[in-house]
């Protein structure tokens, strides 16, 4: 008996714990928007060989890009500051979250 209220109070546990499928869909859906690949800055014209460069010193996202300072980007090697320009202002155009404005 007494192994039975304990699985039956573990299984009450776990029940608590596990999100309903609602829930997972929107943290799913969350995260998809909160970690955006660099890889779509491709799709905006962006070159290829300027987002290998971006990913060589390790901005993966467009956050990362975001967040780093438009003098730390001209200091990749091959990026001049038009080229920064253009990639922050795609960026700015890709970010969705709360910190971004139109």
Do not use: W
């Amino acid at each position: 008996m007494f192994q039975l209220l304990i699985q039956s109070n573990n299984m009450q546990m776990m029940e608590q714990i596990v999100p309903r499928q609602d829930d997972q869909i929107k943290l799913n859906d969350y995260e998809m928007n909160f970690y955006q690949d660099i890889e779509l800055l491709q799709g905006h014209g962006i070159n290829v060989a300027d987002i290998k460069k971006l990913l060589g010193v390790g901005i993966c996202t467009i956050k990362g890009i975001m967040m780093t300072t438009r003098k730390r980007l001209c200091d990749v090697k091959g990026l001049s500051e038009a080229k920064v320009d253009k990639i922050k202002e795609v960026a700015c155009k890709l970010l969705t979250g709360p910190f971004a404005s139109d």
